[in-house]
T-cell receptor, first 109, second 112 residues
Framework: SQQGEEDPQALSIQEGENATMNCSYK?????LQWYRQNSGRGLVHLIL?????REKHSGRLRVTLDTSKKSSSLLITASRAADTASYFC?????????FGQGTTLQVKP | SQTIHQWPATLVQPVGSPLSLECTVE??????LYWYRQAAGRGLQLLFY??????ISSEVPQNLSASRPQDRQFILSSKKLLLSDSGFYLC???????????FGSGTRLTVV
């Protein structure tokens, strides 16, 4: 079953711009995680935010979590062409990680 | 260091043939292990997970099965493949709650 829904499904921006991706989920969670997938490759863990946290930073990434709205956002600042990839949010519930459908980000040089 | 190995990278199998995909983890003990499948352009679907040797939980009833014969080995199998079994299969592990998952490089299975 799919719990997370990302918005938008696809995003195209110019290098240097910021990219924002949103994720909504349905049930209570232990934590929410964001992953990146380059075409045809495995997933790479980007950042984890616990249910009692509201914001977290890692380099050019900023993640927010609003448990009252059951939503999260991933902001990539000063995007680079190398950031082109698919980004997935995933909710950790009862020891299982459930993924959304992902947002495909294209950063044009 | 902690690593995860998954093979083969690509596989083309005829309908009705058996399947065995193997995943092994190094540098950790008693990990939680997971098998996911990803259809083209879609998100990941959890197929099986295991919290210990011989302990398998199935998320989606289907033509596949999983086994964990050793602490750091997770195997995905099928006796007879269907066309609908085609996809990108990913193995993952984690050591505990509030830790990110580490994914293998995946196996792209095409059933013809």
């Amino acid at each position: 079953s799919q719990q997370g829904e990302e918005d938008p499904q696809a995003l195209s921006i110019q290098e240097g711009e910021n990219a924002t991706m949103n994720c909504s989920y349905k049930t209570s969670i232990n934590n929410l995680q964001w992953y990146r997938q380059n075409s045809g490759r495995g997933l790479v863990h980007l950042i984890l935010i616990r249910s009692n946290e509201r914001e977290k930073h890692s380099g050019r990434l900023r993640v927010t979590l609003d448990t009252s709205k059951k939503s999260s956002s991933l902001l990539i600042t000063a995007s680079r062409a190398a950031d082109t990839a698919s980004y997935f949010c995933a909710t950790d519930t009862t020891g299982k990680l459930i993924f959304g459908q992902g947002t495909t980000l294209q950063v044009k040089p | 260091s902690q690593t995860i190995h998954q093979w083969p990278a690509t596989l083309v199998q005829p309908v009705g043939s058996p399947l065995s995909l193997e995943c092994t983890v190094e540098g950790t003990s008693n990990p939680n292990l997971y098998w996911y499948r990803q259809a083209a352009g879609r998100g990941l679907q959890l197929l099986f997970y295991s919290v210990g040797i011989g302990q398998i939980s199935s998320e989606v009833p289907q033509n596949l099965s999983a086994s964990r014969p050793q602490d750091r080995q997770f195997i995905l199998s099928s006796k007879k493949l269907l066309l609908s079994d085609s996809g990108f299969y990913l193995c993952a592990w984690r050591t505990g709650r509030n830790y990110g998952y580490t994914f293998g490089s995946g196996t792209r299975l095409t059933v013809v």
